[in-house]
């Protein structure tokens, strides 16, 4: 990078040196491993898309990236919450196969702003007409396994990969405030002002409106019918994918002010794509740790001092190094909720075996 460069983009230096990554080419560095020599994969050349959804550019992003390039056959497209001030001419990364994709979206927390990000994130990876897997993750999330291993499993299969829950109770009204999937109450998540990530003092406000719409009989004219929840992480082949871009009238507005639509949206879709197809499905434990493509477990602390308590908020699925034996003995493909720390023990650990 010239000097010159350097003095014009100095405020983004720290981004731009950050997710600077060089081409990977995996058949040369691992000498070991036959790309689709497996037969059971089709031999035509075929690229896995992986979608990733981050708030944050930082280190934990920048080795996910490049664990996913360790296989040639990835692709990967990056949506930044627009809330994130960035350099617009310089997407931070030379590398052809990572796309930082210009139509962000200004994301919130259970918001409807979820899907339609994930939607632009579906869309541009389609203009690929080689890719024909589809994987959404985010950017806390890291491979379990040997990426080369990952998308050969995704190959072998017919590509989908959904975690859903079970469907939602169309009689569940007024009480419904209660709850996570509040569908028929005012949910005003993408309200930034009001969102209760904002901090402490919004999230204890957020509970205190809770209680209180729950016990407000006014609800929202839209149908509780045919929807599903489940997790929002999912592997889906080209044919659902192009469903799920496809326009749903009747879905967004029902959801449009639901809370965490994204939750619901695609796993909906999903269903109804099963139900057109006359296949089946087989439901998953929401407390469950292996969700689908994900291993996610929930730990509540054991103890937390008292400013604690009333001044910091908790993330329940962060996972620990005590965790880790676990996670490595899931089935699953990526972990959720990984700081940098335990990205590099788990690649260390997945280097091993190669």
């Not at 052809?96 to 994130?121: H, P, Y």
């Not at 975690?163 to 993408?190: A, H, M």
Request: aromatic residues 12%; hydrophobic residues 40%; positive net charge.
């Amino acid at each position: 990078m010239s000097t010159k460069f350097r003095k014009t983009h100095i405020k983004y230096n720290r981004f731009y040196d950050l997710l600077k990554i060089k081409p990977t080419h995996a058949y040369k560095k691992y000498k070991k491993v036959n790309y689709l020599k497996n037969s059971n994969i089709n031999n035509k050349k075929l690229k896995i898309s992986y979608m990733i959804m981050t708030h944050e550019v930082d280190v934990q992003l920048k080795l996910l990236l490049e664990s996913l390039l360790l296989d040639v056959r990835s692709v990967i497209y990056v949506h930044i919450d627009a809330k994130l001030k960035i350099n617009k001419n310089e997407f931070f990364s030379k590398n052809e196969r990572v796309v930082f994709i210009k139509n962000r979206v200004r994301v919130n927390w259970g918001g409807f702003s979820m899907v339609n990000a994930m939607k632009n994130l579906i869309s541009e990876a389609l203009k690929d007409i080689e890719s024909d897997r589809f994987v959404l993750i985010s950017g806390s999330c890291f491979p379990i396994k040997f990426p080369v291993k990952i998308n050969d499993e995704f190959l072998r299969s017919n590509g989908n990969l959904f975690s859903v829950w079970g469907e939602i109770n169309p009689e569940n009204l007024s009480s419904e405030g209660f709850g996570r999937y509040s569908v028929t109450k005012f949910q005003p998540c993408d309200v930034e002002i009001l969102n209760p990530k904002k901090s402490i003092i919004h999230a204890r406000v957020w509970n205190v409106y809770k209680k209180m719409s729950g016990k407000i009989p006014l609800e929202r004219k839209v149908s509780l019918s045919d929807l599903w929840r489940g997790s929002q992480f999912f592997a889906a082949n080209r044919e659902v994918a192009e469903w799920f871009v496809k326009s749903h009238p009747d879905l967004d507005h029902i959801l449009k002010w639901s809370l965490a639509p994204d939750e619901i949206y695609f796993n909906t879709l999903y269903i109804r794509y099963l139900r057109r197809s006359g296949e089946n499905f087989r439901r998953i434990l929401p407390s469950a740790t292996e969700q689908g493509t994900h291993y996610i477990k929930k730990t509540i602390p054991t103890e937390r001092t008292l400013r604690q308590k009333l001044f910091e908020s908790i993330d329940l699925r962060k996972l620990n190094k005590i965790d880790l034996p676990e996670v490595l003995a899931s089935s699953c493909f990526f972990a959720r909720k990984c700081n940098s720390e335990i990205s590099k023990e788990i690649e260390r650990l997945w280097r091993k075996e190669i």
